[in-house]
T-cell receptor
């Protein structure tokens, strides 16, 4: 079991660009959640996908969007990147929306 | 405002000591609470999950308790080891008809000295 896998592991983008991050859930899991973790802080909930629909959303602007595919994998898209978007982006998967969550190793995004 | 706090922010103990990490939350609509550890620059490793109907969970040297009435959870680590050095985060899932969200605390940075 590969667990939750995220790609890429590191990414450098220029302000104003767009970025796509990818997540493959743990085998058997159908729910994917995305989090943003700034340095020295706890993760902040961005949104959750279940049955290919966004089910819950945190306090993030519309520049943050996502998608879930039929195989339960997910993408996080961020448009018009700002310097403040630099963070570790974490993906978590679970079986159902309220079950124990398992996290990937994250994608470190740096916006310059 | 829904908040999750963790005390202390940082802790340094000699190897072998037992220790307690604290997590407090203000919203009573707790669905479950999960404790994680995070090594520098890495993802989160799940340690224990406590459902709102439970009072505690144990895994090896770890024991987590939940007191909904006081809005507190504690993570007890027995016989600490240098490999336990990491940041420990608690995550509270809140669920009502009007919202369903997960809120993380800021973490406790633990250092176990050999």
């Amino acid at each position: 079991d590969a667990g939750v896998t995220q790609s890429p592991t590191h990414l450098i983008k220029t302000r104003g660009q767009q970025v796509t991050l990818r997540c493959s859930p743990k085998s058997g899991h159908d729910t994917v959640s995305w989090y943003q973790q700034a340095l020295g802080q706890g993760p902040q909930f961005i949104f959750q996908y279940y049955e290919e629909e966004e089910r819950q959303r945190g306090n993030f602007p519309d520049r943050f969007s996502g998608h879930q595919f039929p195989n339960y994998s997910s993408e996080l898209n961020v448009n018009a990147l700002l310097l403040g978007d630099s963070a570790l982006y974490l993906c978590a998967s679970s079986f159902g929306t309220g079950a124990e969550a398992f996290f990937g190793q994250g994608t470190r995004l740096t916006v310059v | 405002k829904q908040e999750v706090t963790q005390i202390p922010a940082a802790l340094s103990v000699p190897e072998g000591e037992n220790l307690v990490l604290n997590c407090s939350f203000t919203d009573s609509a707790i669905y479950n609470l999960q404790w994680f550890r995070q090594d520098p620059g890495k993802g989160l490793t799940s340690l224990l999950l406590i459902q709102s109907s439970q009072r505690e969970q144990t895994s090896g040297r770890l024991n987590a308790s939940l007191d909904k009435s006081s809005g507190r959870s504690t993570l007890y680590i027995a016989a600490s080891q240098p490999g336990d050095s990491a940041t420990y985060l608690c995550a509270v899932r809140l669920r009502k008809t009007s919202y369903d969200k997960v809120i993380f605390g800021p973490g406790t940075s633990l250092s176990v000295i050999p």
